[in-house]
């Protein structure tokens, strides 16, 4: 099977080319350096089955970050059938620079010039036949994301001669330079390893011998190879688009006027948080019109009108995609077979152990599928469209006085969807430190798998305190999280891992209209991944935390009752005071081991919280609560309340602790694999000290509101001194 190299320039198309061509589901962002490590599928397209490898954006093949380094390597030294050179048709004059490195390599080549359609909108237009002859390789004009051109280009790409490197550059010198260097390497038709030599920073010996008996020089770089190499390419790049585009004068750009105000300086915050707030509202309102009580008496009562409307209000579209979707697939499947099980005939235990256990922990955890897609949905829309490579921009001036550039935001704000891929995403920081210190924040950015906790819990505070809103509750805690992620830089770039902040420069892509058919590829993959997790860690989880509830040390089976003589009861009581500080320990008394026992199981997966408090709340309140009816776990949290009388400033702690203490265990595994050596066990110190810290803070100013004054003079004060001290080691540097 013949292997085909994706590669291009960084948000130039690949990924969303390999998802096309392949079928799969890679994440996809308008913003640089999505791509950190190389991906492979099988594309059936062009008559016959091949390889396609998706590699990380690179602008040359003279790497500098790690994620050109994997592209580089794979290019030069695995030698692909072919090499499909993705190029932005609307940025030719950088992307044709890597191109014009790819011609000098012995492999075959074809260009995809993507982004066709942005080409017409931007009144321009490009002769494909004139470029591919000037090129010397074929050029098919496609567009990713709109699936166009796709046949012909891999029809074209697997009927691929074999070929032998040129080089656009024509200047005899620098020719003849290159041609001594070639022949002396005595590799026949190495070129591009000629044109390395020569523009190393430390050349081998013969290479040296050489440029000393040419004499040739630039009479502006001298002989700076590299630089006169690179002004060549880009003169060699700047004849050919001359002969081969043709661009009209166009008017402001609706990109530009945008940016006008998403990019302002004053505005471009405040607009980020109001999208953020809106996007929030839209999920988890349920007063989505703001006019409570006002359409109580216009709409008729039917069940249908009830996941529509409630108390008068008409619900957001996340609530409704919710209670339409328990109303009709998680109530009514589950029901079904929680009847089965009690008209099975089956023991009281076996009866349990699948009603209020297995239906009752899952039920729990899968009626958020629909309001976790919701959120998905839109954070992919910001990401595609381009707007959050703006956001980005605009946070670069707040980041770097945290000791990051902005580029780092773009991990963070992948953590919104799922850390693992987030934490791969910071091979894009050249800067190890930074590395570091963004790896540690990024799960404070929360996942899908804490919106169940972030729910369930909101909901709970709600019916006992009657204050606020869901959604109003959730995007505080959002912002807490990030807030917590930037005072932790803070205190790391000032302390353990100070250094100077790298900088940043990068692109804005242009507004794009995001793809329906990646949307929901992305949607459908993500969906998978929270099923698959429901039925495999959270199944294994509910049936380990139900054994463990009703069974005591000596295996005898307990009645419901008796749960807190059980092994996890005791477990429980064992660790409950560590959590007295936070709110949820040992003030809560002789139930309040559940809060802790919710934490610890969170620790394997999030959304094991909520299942605990389900399977718990079962085996408490017996037949009082009706795990059939709990559609969103609020029931259960409301129960735990019931028992333990935690109060709100011990359920807002309770959140914030799970939102930033230690992630999941295959979020942990991530980050030991990406940490720099010897950074991993105190990444974990760092999480648990986090968490704690935050929490208690939260505990401790809810509980004594006048708390709050020493600790924001304690906190500025840390701020101040971090500050203070970055100043002075400038000047000494200086």
């Known amino acids: 099977m013949k292997t085909f190299a994706l590669a291009g320039n960084p948000n130039s198309g690949k990924t969303t080319l390999f998802n096309a061509l392949t079928g799969s589901a890679a994440h996809v962002g308008n913003w640089p350096g999505v791509t950190a490590e190389r991906r492979e599928g099988i594309c059936k397209r062009g ?35 072919g090499v499909i050179d993705v190029v932005d048709g609307t940025n030719l004059e950088r992307n044709l620079y ?27 237009r490009v002769d494909c036949a004139a470029l591919s002859e000037k090129l010397g390789v074929p050029v098919v004009e496609i567009s990713a994301l709109k699936g166009a051109g796709l046949d012909e280009l891999m029809r074209a790409a697997v009927s691929l001669p074999p070929r032998r490197g040129t080089s656009v550059i024509s200047e005899p010198a620098l020719s003849r330079l290159i041609g001594r260097v070639r022949e002396a390497d005595g590799a026949d038709g190495a070129l591009c390893e000629a044109v390395r030599r020569l523009e190393a920073e430390k050349r081998d010996p013969v290479t040296e011998r050489i440029v000393a008996e040419e004499g040739a020089s630039h009479p502006t770089f001298g002989k700076d190879y590299e630089a006169w190499i690179a002004d060549a390419r880009y003169r060699a790049i700047a004849d050919i688009l001359g002969k081969t585009r043709e661009k009209r004068m166009r008017s402001c750009s609706k990109t530009d006027r945008a940016d006008r105000i998403l990019t302002n300086r004053w505005l471009g915050i405040p607009v980020f948080l109001a999208i953020l707030f809106a996007i929030f509202h839209l999920t988890f309102s349920e007063n ?18 009830a996941t529509v409307f409630g108390d008068g209000a008409l619900f957001s579209p996340g609530v409704w995609l919710f209670n339409f979707w328990n109303d009709i697939c998680v109530a009514g499947l589950f029901g079904l077979l929680g009847g089965w099980a009690e008209g099975s005939g089956m023991a009281d235990w076996a009866v349990g152990l699948i009603n209020d256990g297995i239906l009752g922990g899952i039920g729990a955890v899968l009626s958020f599928l629909p309001q976790i897609l919701v959120l998905f949905f839109f954070f992919s829309v910001l990401e595609d469209s381009g707007y959050m490579a703006r956001v980005a921009f605009i946070l670069d001036r707040i980041f770097r006085k945290f000791g990051l550039s902005g580029r780092a935001f773009m991990p963070m704000i992948m953590g919104f969807g799922c850390s693992i891929p987030a934490m791969i995403n910071t091979r894009t920081l050249a800067d190890e430190k930074e590395r570091t210190a963004t790896v540690r924040v990024i799960p404070f950015f929360s996942c899908g798998a804490k919106l169940p906790i972030l729910v369930a819990v909101s909901g709970g505070i709600l019916t006992l305190a009657d204050v606020g809103s869901a959604d109003v509750i959730v995007y505080s805690m959002y912002v807490a999280g990030v807030a917590i992620a930037l005072l932790s830089v803070l205190l790391m770039r000032g302390t353990t891992l100070r250094g100077e902040t790298p900088p940043f420069i990068m692109e804005l892509p242009t507004y794009r209209m995001p793809g329906a058919k990646n949307l929901m590829r992305h949607l459908w993959d993500k969906a998978k991944h929270f099923v698959k997790k429901a039925f495999t860690i959270i199944f294994a989880s509910t049936v380990v935390i139900w054994v463990l509830s009703h069974f005591d040390f000596s295996w005898r089976l307990l009645a419901d009752e008796e749960i807190g003589d059980s092994i996890l009861g005791n477990l429980g009581k064992l660790i409950q005071p560590v959590f007295t500080p936070l709110g949820f320990g040992s003030q809560l008394g ?11 199981c969170g620790l394997i997966a999030k959304e094991n919280c909520i299942s605990v408090f389900a399977t718990l709340a079962a085996a408490i309140l017996g037949a009082a609560y009706d795990a059939g009816a709990d559609e969103e776990g609020i029931q259960a949290v409301v129960a735990m309340i019931g028992v333990t009388q935690i109060g709100v400033p011990g359920l807002l702690a309770f959140i914030l602790f799970n939102m930033t203490t230690i992630p999941c265990f295959a979020a942990v595994a ?21 968490s704690f810290v935050s929490a208690s803070i939260v505990y401790l100013v809810g509980s004594w509101w006048w708390t709050a004054i020493p600790v924001a003079l304690l906190a500025l004060g840390l701020v101040a001194f971090i500050a203070l001290s970055a100043k002075k080691r400038r000047r000494a540097e200086a």
Request: net charge negative.
């Open 47 to 81: 008559g016959e089955a091949v390889s396609i490898v998706d590699l990380p954006g690179i602008y040359s093949l003279s790497p500098y970050s790690p994620e050109e380094v994997v592209a580089r390597d794979y290019i030069l030294g695995e030698k692909p059938d």
């Open 98 to 124: 890597l191109t014009t490195q790819l011609l000098e390599m012995d492999v075959p080549v074809i260009v995809a010039l993507n982004m066709s359609d942005e080409l017409k909108k931007n009144n321009e």
């Open 288 to 305: 989505f019109l703001f006019l409570s009580g006002a359409l109580k008496d216009w709409h008729p009562e039917s069940e249908f009108v």
């Open 590 to 600: 002789e139930w309040g081991w559940v809060f802790a026992v919710a934490a610890i």
């Open 670 to 690: 991530t980050a030991k694999a990406e940490l720099p050596k010897g950074r991993f066990s105190a990444t974990i110190l760092f999480w648990l000290a986090t």
